[in-house]
């Protein structure tokens, strides 16, 4: 029997994903400390690597900005609005395909995942026109509307629904409970790694939205994070601290929702037959 240390030691992957892994993590770790660089360490030639000191005043310049509190706030309604809807409607959805035989539901499940194949660029002007005839232009609504649900959150629940037991699901029929009583009370607990990875592809999709809020917003107070950071940057491009200081507390709520759901992230992928 091995001890705990042979155990622990490194095997030829890890000799071969520890530098990869470095290379992934060194644009984020230049990113950090550009942010508490002087803009004369960060317009240097050659660039410095590491700072002289800490310069938070990239930071306060951010945080001083008016304008920036509420871009964070209209960027985490939307992605919370977004993510909600997606856990709500994509769960319905996916039960629906997994459990329940109807006319055409093969049909409409393919035509569903065929939509996945198809350009932001080709339905770009048909959701602008919706939005408008709905007057959700220069809203947040009009960034919220078209993130209510999207098909891969149907699919996944799909995938992950299928691959569980029906005992449990028919005994509750036979007690009398409704299709819906026996999704909320019986599958979702069952399902929360399916959710965890809706909630965080859903809000990772949404909070790094760039393209539709440019379309669709024009006023500043309705700007979220990225696009109000692309104005920043453009009417600041002198002030790289305060850019990188932006990306840093604009990567932050990312990279926090991903670490918290690292593991359900994991297992669903694996569970619901979405490995490579």
């Known amino acids: 029997m091995s001890s705990p240390v042979t155990s622990r030691r490194p095997s030829g992957r890890h000799l071969l994903l520890a530098p990869l892994t470095l290379c992934f ?5 230049w990113l950090v400390l550009s942010s508490v660089m002087s803009d004369a360490e960060i317009n240097r030639f050659p660039p410095a690597l590491w700072p002289k000191g800490i310069d938070l005043g990239g930071y306060r ?24 809807s997606n856990l709500l409607l994509g769960a319905l959805g996916g039960y629906a395909f997994a459990r329940m035989r109807f006319a055409g539901s093969r049909a409409l499940l393919a035509l569903m995942l065929a939509t996945m194949v198809i350009p932001f660029q080709l339905t770009m002007i ?10 959700l232009i220069d809203t947040l609504g009009a960034l919220i509307v078209p993130s209510l649900v999207t098909p891969f959150a149907v699919f ?15 005994a509750a029929w036979i007690d009398g409970c409704s299709r819906l009583r026996v999704l909320f009370s019986i599958v979702m607990p ?15 999709s949404t909070w790094n939205d760039l ?13 979220t ?30 990279l926090v929702a991903f670490l918290l759901a690292q593991k359900t992230f994991v297992q669903s992928l694996t569970s619901s037959g979405l490995k490579g």
């Open 61 to 84: 310049y951010v945080l001083g900005n008016a304008m920036f509190p509420r871009w964070f706030a209209n960027s985490l309604v939307v992605a919370l609005a977004a993510v909600l």
């Open 25 to 29: 993590a060194l644009p984020l770790v």
């Open 190 to 204: 069952l399902a929360r790694p399916a959710l965890a990875t809706v909630a965080v592809l859903t809000f990772l």
């Open 211 to 223: 393209s539709w809020p440019l379309i669709a917003i024009n006023h500043d107070t309705q700007y």
């Open 225 to 254: 994070l990225q696009l109000g950071l692309t104005t920043f940057q453009g009417q600041h491009h002198t002030r790289w601290s305060a850019v990188m200081a932006g990306n840093v507390i604009t990567v932050l709520p990312v």
């Open 156 to 170: 996944l629940f799909r995938q992950f629904f299928l691959g569980l037991p029906r005992e449990m699901e028919e």
């Open 126 to 135: 048909p959701t602008f026109l919706v939005m408008k005839e709905l007057g």
